[in-house]
């Protein structure tokens, strides 16, 4: 069998690598005996640029391969750690024991190594230092909340600090006395270890049991003292649905008064490719879709940042539904079982959900030329992955742990489970890691197939008259890849300038109506004030779960009307610069095929097969370095847009620290008043700064980006230029040996 021959699509992700890997070794051997030793001599040229080939082949394999990340964003009592625990097939995380000042990223990743692994990463001595600061100052004068209805908020955030301060100190607060006392307290051994540990401690497990009595003793605030300090927890075992290199990130939400735990969770929020969204079935969709795709900004996150076929909605407790309920859905009064009306249930759900999210995209505010993308964007979103599913059946059904209950499922296909497997296999074939796999393949079978040709050209010469012709077509060739790498330069500087005119007037705007977005800070409980002020512009209420972030609320003007222009641009205009300039490409190129075969057919009067080989192998190769330039391109895109969605926040915090600092020192009566007065002078103030810096991220992001495209197009075109050379100097060599 020839060392590119195999089939790849029977192959799982998790063997693709081992396999290309293996596959080149195979190509090494052959290009080394058959081939390198026979023509080193006599082709020294071309033998050192086929090895330069196969050694960047070879190196991009033994780059590490990047994980695909899944976060799982959901509602309180969506149940999210069960759902996990269905998937993995595995009790790993602990179910009824998270409460919202315990819970801590977490992410499951799959390993081949034997029991499982859990790394544990704490928050800095500097964060905690921050955090107990924040608190001493919590507890100097404030307003009076007497005679208020909001006297709650007060109480709930002492309550949540109290709850941190006493489980990592191991005292009570009556023990510590005056609050300055915890900068100088000693603290327990282990929470000392903790935050001198730079890169977290590391726990090995020969079962998962113990793994999950491990991960149930951090989260457990009666007996542990850890669980304020933990950032993000990494768990690693064998879990097969993840072979392809999915990683499963559990975000608990902004519901920590820990700025360290929600930088990390804004950050996989920004970052991760993948968003599901779990809530319960049970509950009122409408209520939960609206308060974390709108209420919560994540719509406007996903479109913003490229990500809009990456969402899916997850919807749980799909067996929690009662036989009088039957009717409604078309069914009979006396049904006898229930797996009727759970499906009927599990399909209606469905259809409501992609409706609303269909009506959601829809409402994004959009100008009269950008209704094309809300269209596309719409049709997307309506076509995401709903699963509607029941994990405690599927586990009790797959003997995962120790359910005991009747679910009325009796197939596990009918839990929606295995739907969530098939998507995730799904994820890791298309994944980056699977993909760089796949193109090194092509690769090869490329290069052998240009080596086979090289060599085959010189065993049966060709006429002389042949070189000629061939030659004024590949310059007729050229010629035409420079027209097309010229009309897609001045076609990429257009869409650049007009998106460019399209933001100036959006900057001014959105300048004007600062006013009516610091006006909302008005009604913030002045505890919450002093809190938000304390992190930096960003914090949940512990007793509304309302978040607040300033520095969001700064750039919401902007942000509200950026997403559509920016799928506008970066996907469709880009795209279809990108797209024209590849098909133009791809139309030159096999307007050269077609000519090099009718030279064949004419000047031999043959159907020569060792050149129509060749020209075959031409249009394969340029079409392959094609798609592959485009998946680069899109690649770079969305890094792009990731950038300016961390970007634009923090140039309004950046300028708003200067009034942080000054708020979080007010105390006493009055203090809400002052500190309003401090933030919303400097907001004002610093509108016009912040809006320019951000115009400037903007602009430079898009000049980055469009040298981006222009070296697309550069490498593209030289590409073009080297393989229909090739072909003529495979056809060069046959006739200048028919000569001799």
Known sequence: MSPTSRSMKAISPADLLQETRHQTELFLKWFSEEKTQAASRTYPREIQRWRKEVESIAESLRQERP???????????????????????????????????????????????????????????????????????????????????????????????????????????????????????????????????????????ESTNELHEYVKGLVHAEKSSLWPLVNRVEISGSFPCLAGGIELVDLPGLNDPNEARIDVT????????????????????????????????????????????????IGTHADEIDFDVAPQFGLPDDLSTRTELIQKYRETWKRKARKQLDELVRGLPA???????????????????????????????????????????????????????????????????????????????????????????????????????????????????????????????????????????????????????????????????????????????????????????????????LPVAFEKYFTDDLGRVSHDFVVKLGESGKSFGEGAQLVIGIVLDAKDETLVSQVRWFEEKLAHVSEEAKSKLKAAVDARRRELDDSLPATARDHMQPAYKKARLEQGPGLKARMLALLQSCALKAAGPIYSSMKVDLLQNLDELDRTVAAMFHQLSENAHKLARTVAHNANIGAEEAIG
């Open 67 to 205: 994980t695909t990340q899944i976060a799982l964003v959901g509602t309180t009592g969506a149940g999210k750690s069960t759902l996990l625990n269905a998937i993995l097939g595995r009790v790993v995380l602990p179910v009824g024991v998270m409460e919202p000042c315990t819970a801590f990223v977490t992410s499951v990743r799959h390993s081949t190594r034997q029991g499982g692994s859990v790394h544990v990463e704490f928050c800095s001595r500097e964060d905690w230092r921050r955090e107990v600061e924040a608190y001493v100052e919590s507890q100097s004068p404030g307003e009076s909340d007497v005679g208020t209805t909001e006297g709650g908020e007060t109480t709930a955030i002492a309550t949540v600090a109290r709850k941190r301060i006493e489980a990592v100190t191991g005292k009570t607060l009556a023990e510590i006395g005056d609050p300055k006392n915890l900068l100088q307290i000693d603290l327990p051994e282990e929470v000392e270890r903790a935050l001198s540990s730079d890169r977290g401690a590391e726990q090995y497990f």
């Open 266 to 313: 804004r950050k996989y929020l920004r970052h991760a490719p993948f968003i599901w969204l779990v809530f319960s079935m049970k509950r009122s969709m409408t209520k939960d879709i609206q308060e974390i795709l709108v209420d919560g900004k994540m719509l406007r996150r996903l479109v913003f940042s490229g990500r809009a076929g990456a969402f899916a909605l």
């Open 367 to 561: 100008r009269d030329d950008e209704r094309e993308t809300i269209s596309r964007l719409a049709g997307e979103f309506k076509n995401a992955k709903v699963h509607a599913v029941s994990a405690n059946a599927y586990m009790k059904l797959e003997k995962i742990g120790r359910l005991r209950k009747d679910y009325g499922i009796e197939d596990p296909n009918d839990t929606g489970i295995p739907g969530i497997h098939s998507q995730l296999n799904q994820i890791a074939l298309a994944a980056d890691g699977v993909q760089s796999s796949r193109a090194a393949i092509e690769r090869l079978r490329h290069l052998k197939e240009e080596i086979e040709q090289f060599f085959r050209a010189r065993a049966r010469p060709k006429a002389a008259q042949a070189r000629e012709h061939i030659d004024k077509r590949v310059a007729s060739f050229s010629t035409a890849v420079d027209t097309v790498h010229h009309d897609g330069k001045q076609q990429l500087k257009f869409e650049h300038t007009r998106f460019v005119e399209k933001m100036d007037p959006i900057f001014e705007k959105t300048v004007r109506e600062v006013n009516r977005a610091v006006d909302g800070w008005r009604t913030i409980h002045w505890a919450t004030l002093r809190a938000i002020a304390q992190r930096d512009g960003c914090f949940r209420s512990p007793s509304t779960g309302k978040t607040y972030d300033l520095n969001e609320d700064l750039a919401e003007p902007l942000l509200d009307q």
